[in-house]
């Protein structure tokens, strides 16, 4: 049993994070679980694998487990994160030189915003399609007016030199019967 020795080292589990989809605008809670390690280790979050989380937004506890030395660890981290973003828990034991990171990439907001984003690019795509098809449809019915209007210009047109030839026919045969 570890609690006789005097001088013991164990490593940590590897941590386990999860996270849990705010309501739009909130912060997103993340949990970080590690344990039966020995000593107690460093922990620490980063956010896109650099940036520091804000003070005050990390709250770590350390609980040494029943008649033994190892130890449990939970860290919370609650922040304001951008869609896309990746956080990682950092488990640091520097007596044995153990360092165990645990990574979510690409922490989306939350689900029912997702539903709705979906729903609106659905809608915005079906409101497309109408409007393709209207234009479309005034298009060709357009060209049926311009065809429509030509035949009956056309019509016109001819009913009109033929009555000018007619009248210039009938003006020949009179001057030759003079």
């Keep these: 049993m570890l609690s006789n020795c005097a001088y013991c080292l164990a490593s940590f589990s590897p941590p386990l994070l999860q996270w849990d989809s705010p309501a739009e605008g909130d912060q997103t809670d993340f949990v970080c679980r590690s344990s039966g390690g ?35 660890i939970t860290s919370h981290l609650t922040v304001n994160i951008s869609q896309g973003s990746s956080v990682s828990c950092v488990i640091e034991n520097m007596s044995i030189n153990e360092t165990l990171i645990s990574t979510s990439y690409g922490v989306h907001i939350s689900p029912v915003v997702n539903r709705a984003t979906e729903a609106m690019w659905i809608f915005s795509t079906a409101l497309c399609v109408v409007v393709g098809v209207m234009v479309l449809a005034a298009l060709v019915y357009q060209i049926h007016l311009d065809r429509t209007h030509k035949k009956h210009h056309q019509g016109y047109r001819h009913k009109e030199e033929t009555a000018v030839m007619d009248l210039e026919l009938l003006g020949s045969l009179s001057e030759t019967n003079v």
């Design 38 to 72: 020995f000593p107690e280790p460093a922990v620490y979050w980063l956010i896109n694998d650099t940036e520091e989380p804000p003070t005050g937004s990390v709250r770590t506890l350390t609980v040494p487990l029943t008649d033994s030395p190892l130890y449990n």
